[in-house]
């Protein structure tokens, strides 16, 4: 199975914010679409990604004015991505190895989407169903042996 797939069954919801809007406003947009992350869009290019372990460094770090800070002072500049041709086994180590829980999946320079941990754990498990479902079926009907044994 390949990241696109993931993608295709996930579906295109995409949620961006510009960099000159204050954390606030990325801290509502996150809780009213209950996303772990978003993306950040300048002049139509990815210019970064602010997830909740940005969100809650700024809190801990600025205490009462968080929500005043920009969210280009605390995004990521210039995430790491992956490709949509990505197996999803290579994707599942290189989230784990790096320590992330959303990524985003460029082809050339276009941003197809974000992919989360959570995705690929659901992924991983429908995929698994499939299969031991198609496994039991052809237990069920396993052939008879020929000579009557």
Same mark, same amino acid.
């Given at each position: 199975m390949q990241v696109s797939e993931i993608l295709a069954v996930?579906?295109?919801?995409l949620f961006t914010i /510009?960099?000159?809007k204050k954390? =606030?406003?990325?801290?509502?947009i996150m809780t009213e679409q209950d996303v772990g992350s978003l993306v950040v869009f300048d002049a139509g290019q990815m210019a970064g990604?602010?997830?909740f372990r940005e969100v809650f460094q /700024?809190?801990?770090k600025n205490g =009462?004015?968080?929500g005043g800070i920009p969210v280009s002072q605390i995004m990521v500049s210039e995430p790491v991505s992956v490709g949509p041709e990505m197996e999803v086994d290579e994707l599942r180590r290189f989230?784990?190895?790096h320590h992330m829980r959303y990524l985003p999946v460029m082809d050339g320079g276009t941003l197809m989407g974000v992919i989360s941990f959570h995705?690929?754990?659901r992924a991983v498990l429908e995929e698994q169903g499939f299969e031991n479902r198609m496994l039991k079926a052809y237990i069920r009907d396993w052939p008879a042996e020929a000579g009557g044994n």
């Amino acid at each position: 199975m390949q990241v696109s797939e993931i993608l295709a069954v996930k579906g295109q919801a995409l949620f961006t914010i /510009a960099p000159n809007k204050k954390l =606030a406003d990325a801290v509502a947009i996150m809780t009213e679409q209950d996303v772990g992350s978003l993306v950040v869009f300048d002049a139509g290019q990815m210019a970064g990604m602010l997830t909740f372990r940005e969100v809650f460094q /700024a809190v801990h770090k600025n205490g =009462a004015e968080w929500g005043g800070i920009p969210v280009s002072q605390i995004m990521v500049s210039e995430p790491v991505s992956v490709g949509p041709e990505m197996e999803v086994d290579e994707l599942r180590r290189f989230m784990v190895e790096h320590h992330m829980r959303y990524l985003p999946v460029m082809d050339g320079g276009t941003l197809m989407g974000v992919i989360s941990f959570h995705d690929v754990a659901r992924a991983v498990l429908e995929e698994q169903g499939f299969e031991n479902r198609m496994l039991k079926a052809y237990i069920r009907d396993w052939p008879a042996e020929a000579g009557g044994n």
